[in-house]
């Protein structure tokens, strides 16, 4: 009981602190003369999705890397997921006619980069200083991802009708901007932390005399505590109007969540990655690719009062949910 309440704390700074880091973001972008969708992918998404590379990385190291990719992938989820609750709670019209073309390349670049994982379950044993090819690949492919995205966003590839109007009531010098951004980062991220910490001593707990399973505590319960920032901060960005800072933040956390791979095959010494893996993170891969073309598709029909792409990636997100609880 101790740890849902100090569960519950944290969530609620971390909530505090993923408000203010949207309010500082968007008015840095302003004075950096910075789009909204790469703030969101870069800037806020590099700091959102922190306490995935840190659990992640922390779970490889104590010998669970099954839970650390069931971390990435849950995330990846969850983070999808967070469409469907800002399209149905929060967002009068349809989400995704709300937001421009330009985040069509990052939602791609999160499928292929996800397709390339699987190549590791075929491939995974053929490495490179102990590290698999497949997750070397992953990320040299993040960087060129990140590298097209910049021009993408400077070039103006891209000129969408989408106009944008966030709230100017406040009043923010620069250096208020980047101290309150780099404060309430720094919270983000340590709160963060300490919430996957807390929502592991929950999951070891079993509940109702129910053992829920490391894979199934990482795709559910880590995902959920490490996926906090994104969804406060894709509120805020929400209600300041800026929903491609929302979409930038949601599917570049996606990329750099698949990122992590690298990472926790470069901490895994105990042979191949994918070896440790099986079809609970096929699963897991697969459903997170099916939830992004749900909302590709939905990218591509600007009816400002449709939503069916939502409900579905709310469906795919429940049913994936129940099907990854039977396979745990």
């Not at 989820?77 to 390349?105: A, E, H, P, T």
């Not at 101290?179 to 109702?208: C, H, K, Q």
């Not at 929302?246 to 191949?272: K, P």
Request: charged share 15%; proline share 2%; glycine share 8%.
């Amino acid at each position: 009981m101790l740890n849902i309440l100090i569960f519950l704390i944290l969530a609620f700074i971390i909530i505090e602190a993923g408000k203010k880091l949207s309010i500082c973001g968007d008015k840095l972008g302003d004075i950096m003369g910075l789009e909204k969708s790469w703030i969101g992918v870069i800037m806020l998404a590099s700091i959102t999705s922190l306490p995935e590379l840190i659990t992640s990385t922390a779970a490889t190291m104590i010998g669970e890397p099954e839970m650390a990719v069931s971390n990435i992938f849950g995330s990846n989820l969850f983070n999808v997921f967070i469409i469907f609750i800002l399209d149905i709670f929060f967002i009068k019209n349809s989400f995704s006619s709300s937001i421009g073309l330009k985040n069509y390349l990052s939602c791609f670049s999160s499928i292929l980069l996800t397709s390339i994982f699987f190549l590791g379950f075929v491939f995974g044993d053929i490495s490179l200083g102990g590290i698999s090819l497949i997750s070397i690949g992953i990320f040299l492919l993040y960087l060129v991802v990140m590298n097209l995205i910049y021009k993408l966003e400077h070039g103006r590839v891209f000129v969408d009708p989408i106009e944008e109007n966030p709230e100017d009531s406040i009043v923010m010098s620069p250096r208020e901007a980047k101290l309150g951004f780099a404060m309430s980062g720094l919270v983000v991220v340590a709160v963060g932390i300490a919430l996957s910490n807390v929502a592991d001593r929950i999951a070891e707990t079993p509940i109702m005399g129910i053992s829920l399973g490391e894979s199934f505590v990482g795709v559910i319960l880590l995902a959920l505590a490490t996926s906090l920032p994104e969804l406060t901060v894709s509120i805020q960005a929400i209600k300041m109007k800026s929903y491609n800072m929302a979409a930038g933040n949601i599917l570049g956390s996606n990329i750099f969540n698949i990122a992590i791979i690298f990472v926790v095959d470069l901490c895994y010494r105990e042979g191949s990655l994918f070896d440790t893996l099986g079809e609970f993170h096929l699963i897991s891969a697969i459903s997170s690719i099916l939830i992004l073309l749900t909302l590709m598709i939905g990218m591509l029909f600007k009816d400002k009062k449709r939503k069916v792409d939502s409900w579905i990636i709310g469906g795919i997100y429940i049913a994936a949910m129940y099907i990854l609880y039977i396979k745990r």
